[in-house]
């Protein structure tokens, strides 16, 4: 499949997101917050933080949100995250509880892409099926689990599908959006298309 097929069909959704929202009541509220509160030095603040984010990201039946607000507290991340450094994600991603390693690398992205909305693309299941696709279809280059798990490759391949379906006027939420909505939608048409070529 040659990247014009695979623009064609992201394009036909991307013209439907162009007319509605970009972001949902409960995101302009969270962006709203994060950007009132941008520091990440004091627990307390950062667990209000870790509060507002989708419940589903933190299991409290593991460990707790507070553990996580002091992890994220005693790695000093601010400077970073400005920066848009990516070894931060997989700092904060490793949690230690009670001698078990936890690798919470959604939550991760996430957190640090409401801090810097350009420079941090959130990993979650949909977007690695996409961007598997877009590997091993577009490029020719299946995927290795370090480039979807070690950060800076993440971003290095997120950087080079925004730019190659021509989305480089959204910002990194707005694209994770993007594919919550329709990133199935695409997968399955992508999919039939490819059928359809090769028939």
Same mark, same amino acid.
């Given at each position: 499949?040659?990247?014009?097929?695979?623009?064609? $069909?992201?394009?036909?959704?991307?013209? $439907? *997101?162009r007319q509605g929202e970009r972001y949902f009541d409960g995101d302009q509220k969270r962006m709203a917050y994060f950007k009132k509160n941008p520091l990440n030095e004091d627990a307390s603040?950062?667990? $209000?933080? /870790?509060?507002? =984010?989708?419940?589903?990201? /933190?299991?409290?039946?593991?460990y707790s949100r507070q553990i996580m607000a002091d992890h994220i507290a005693s790695l000093h991340i601010d400077e970073s995250l400005e920066q848009g450094a990516p070894d931060i994600v997989?700092?904060?991603?490793?949690?230690?509880?009670?001698?078990?390693? !936890? *690798?919470?690398?959604?939550?991760?992205?996430?957190?640090?892409?409401?801090?810097?909305?350009?420079?941090?693309?959130?990993?979650?299941?949909? =977007?690695?099926?996409?961007?598997?696709? !877009?590997?091993?279809?577009?490029?020719?280059?299946?995927?290795?689990?370090?480039?979807?798990?070690? !950060?800076?490759?993440?971003?290095?391949?997120?950087?080079? *599908?925004?730019?190659?379906?021509? =989305?480089?006027?959204?910002? *990194?939420?707005?694209?994770?959006?993007?594919?919550?909505? !329709?990133?199935?939608?695409?997968?399955?048409?992508?999919?039939?298309?490819?059928? $359809?070529?090769?028939?």
């Open positions: 499949m040659v990247i014009k097929d695979f623009q064609e $069909v992201v394009h036909h959704y991307l013209d $439907v *997101f603040e950062i667990l $209000v933080k /870790i509060s507002t =984010m989708e419940h589903d990201h /933190i299991d409290d039946r593991v997989d700092a904060i991603a490793h949690l230690e509880v009670r001698g078990h390693t !936890y *690798f919470l690398y959604s939550f991760a992205s996430r957190y640090c892409n409401w801090h810097n909305l350009w420079e941090y693309p959130i990993y979650d299941p949909t =977007m690695h099926r996409l961007l598997t696709f !877009y590997g091993q279809e577009v490029n020719q280059r299946p995927l290795l689990a370090s480039d979807f798990y070690q !950060y800076a490759r993440f971003k290095k391949w997120m950087l080079a *599908f925004r730019s190659q379906v021509m =989305m480089e006027e959204y910002n *990194f939420k707005e694209l994770d959006t993007f594919i919550w909505i !329709y990133g199935d939608k695409i997968l399955r048409d992508i999919t039939h298309k490819k059928q $359809v070529v090769h028939l």
